[in-house]
């Protein structure tokens, strides 16, 4: 079963991988990093993600259109998907059975990664690191 | 769970007999009042925590709001009576049966591997486990390092009986705590929710709240403190008191003795003259105005409020 380091690792297996990290988006900690990060800080990325990734939780536009199923205190949004001219991000939330707030956060090269499998094996890994 | 040794199983090592020769009695902490001020921010929380950490002391460090277990220099473990511990945590939205968690403690307490036994026997994923009591342990150690602490102890050779599960340094456990009383600070710069009852104020919510903060508003009933509010919920207290700062920022919770305070006019007018509540009320507000470097709506908002009950 896998913990937070394996988790990470798996991560930084996938094709233009440059950095890998579980953070929490209430407080802004990073839980576990893993490889570079985009200012060389994983601390002040992780905070800068979980402000991101708050509003997306948060906020009523980016939850389905059925409504805000919030079933366990867990956010409706599944992942969040940032580009820029060299590298993507991927925010995918973790659906956990105690209270949390938790995402992992992939920075992804933009001319060796695969955007498109990166989101599918992010989904699958924070499903396998909270049910093992 | 409280802070010590497990009820009936694992009393704490008597380990190597407890050194005097840690101070006992000084332990300066950092107080916030002054970081406010942009400051800057002093890098040492705990002078003592930092000299167990060079030595790679193991043992327990007590404050008056928590205790941290060090295991050769690196923190494995904290608890602090503000904030839920991981039994709570873990059973009260059932990722783990309150029968599960105790039969671990009494198979595994005695070796101090509660942990280990969790994720073995297949009760709980190895990456909930982490994600929980490292939550767990910054939380309670933000509390335990509180600004307001006074003298601490350090017994050395004393283990915890949950047994390794994600060591931490000294160094980012205190990092994180003063990364987190600013972020406190930034969203509402009065820490009175932090610790006293709270109440909801006559302002209607006018706005739609995000689930997580409506889920903390629904237990404000002017007796919970962030700390019951918690328990109730099972989250970890740092989560609740980001809520309730925002929700006191806009002007929907605040303390149940402030409230009071600003009613005495109306109720019990002539006896007490009125000036010195106004002048309480009207030094608030400035007090509010003056403490925030960038003034938001939430602000402008108490401070109207405050104007109007003049």
Redesign the interface.
């Known amino acids: ?4 380091d ?2 990470l690792l798996e991560a930084m297996r996938l094709p233009g991988a440059r950095g890998a990290s ?1 953070v ?1 988006w ?4 990073a ?2 990093t893993v490889g570079d990060s985009p200012n060389g800080d994983h ?1 002040a990325t992780a ?1 800068e993600a979980a402000e991101l990734a708050r509003l997306a ?4 536009a980016f939850a389905p259109e059925e409504g ?1 199923d ?1 079933s ?2 867990q956010p409706p949004v599944e992942d969040l998907i940032i580009s820029n001219r060299d590298s993507y991000h991927v925010l995918r939330f ?1 659906r ?7 995402f992992l956060h992939l920075w992804l090269g933009r001319s060796d990664g695969n955007l498109a499998l990166a989101r599918i094996r992010l989904g699958e890994m924070a499903e ?5 | 769970m409280e802070a010590g040794p497990l009820p009936g199983v694992g009393r704490p090592d008597p380990g190597p007999p407890v050194d005097p020769a840690v101070d006992p009695s000084v332990d300066p902490s950092v107080h916030l009042a002054g970081a406010d001020r942009s400051a800057p921010v002093p890098p040492v929380l705990s002078p003592m925590l930092s000299r167990l950490a060079e030595e790679r002391a193991t043992g327990v460090l007590t404050r008056d709001r928590g205790v941290l277990y060090l295991v050769e220099g690196q923190v494995v473990h904290a608890e602090s009576p503000a904030t839920p511990g991981l039994d709570i945590l873990l059973t009260s939205r059932g990722a783990l049966g309150s029968d599960g968690w105790w039969e671990a403690v009494s198979e595994a307490g005695a070796e101090r591997r509660v942990g280990r036994f969790l994720v073995d026997s297949g009760r709980l994923a190895a990456g909930a486990l982490e994600l929980c009591h490292l939550g767990a342990l910054y939380d309670a150690a933000f509390f335990t390092l509180g600004a307001s602490s006074g003298p601490a102890r350090f017994r050395y050779g004393v283990a915890h009986w949950i047994g390794p599960v994600r060591p931490v340094t000294v160094g980012a456990v205190e990092r994180e705590t003063l990364r987190r009383r600013a972020l406190l600070h930034r969203i509402w710069p009065d820490p009175d929710t932090d610790t006293a009852e709270l109440v909801r104020t006559a302002r209607a919510v006018d706005v739609v709240l995000p689930p997580r903060q409506r889920t903390v508003l629904d237990q404000v009933d002017g007796e919970r403190t962030v700390s019951d509010i918690s328990r109730v919920l099972g989250r970890p207290g740092f989560h609740t008191l980001v809520d309730v700062r925002r929700l006191a920022a806009a002007g929907i919770v605040t303390t149940r003795a402030r409230t009071v305070e600003c009613r005495a006019p109306e109720t019990t007018a002539p006896p007490m003259s009125p000036a010195p509540s106004v002048s309480t009320v009207t030094a608030q507000a400035a007090q509010a105005a003056q403490a925030s470097a960038d003034p938001d709506v939430a602000l402008l908002r108490r401070l109207r409020d405050a104007l109007e009950a003049l």
């Not at chain 1, 079963?1 to 937070?4: A, D």
């Not at chain 1, 209430?26 to 900690?29: A, D, E, K, N």
């Not at chain 1, 956990?96 to 938790?102: E, R």
């Open positions: 079963m896998p913990g937070i394996e988790c579980v929490d209430t407080s802004g900690l839980l576990g601390e905070a939780a948060e906020h009523k805000a919030w366990g205190g973790v956990t059975t105690f209270d949390s707030s938790v396998r690191l909270v049910v093992g």
